[in-house]
């Protein structure tokens, strides 16, 4: 139990932690967050792969702000085609776009995101490493 909570409490804290972010531009922590976000997205669609066409979106533009902008809670798994689609569109434009996506995680943040801004992505960030604690990694301990 207190390797358990050890690696919870840790691993919330890489997700929350301002050094663990995804960038087009090279970063160490890249490798790590696209690991995160693309597990994450392949539970949501009830798979245990990634799909080959997808990538990382940036919800909120990383050239927005980009402090907040690459971290783990601005961040999608999205078809490649669509993402680049998306380009450094403001949220409210992408909406329609992600609309197109057959990605659960995407049709569920729509439903709980109509108007994503950057005060919910501290918000989103928790939810999401709650998510990958509880339903991701516990039960590979289990």
Avoid: W
Avoid at 93 to 120: G, H, I, R, W
């Amino acid at each position: 139990r207190k390797l358990i909570f050890f690696v919870r409490t840790a691993f919330g804290l890489i997700l929350q932690s301002t050094t663990l972010s995804f960038s087009k531009k090279p970063n160490k922590d890249n490798l790590l967050s696209q690991y995160a976000i693309k597990k994450i997205g392949s539970f949501f669609n009830q798979q245990g792969y990634y799909p080959a066409d997808a990538s990382i979106e940036h919800i909120i533009p990383e050239s927005n702000t980009p402090d907040i902008t690459h971290s783990m809670g601005n961040l999608i798994m999205l078809e490649k085609k669509i993402n680049d689609e998306c380009k450094d569109l403001p949220y409210a434009n992408k909406v329609a776009l992600y609309e197109n996506s057959n990605y659960a995680q995407v049709d569920k943040f729509l439903s709980q995101y109509p108007n994503f801004k950057k005060t919910d992505i501290s918000k989103r960030t928790n939810f999401l490493a709650e998510l990958y604690y509880n339903s991701i990694l516990l039960p590979m301990f289990s």
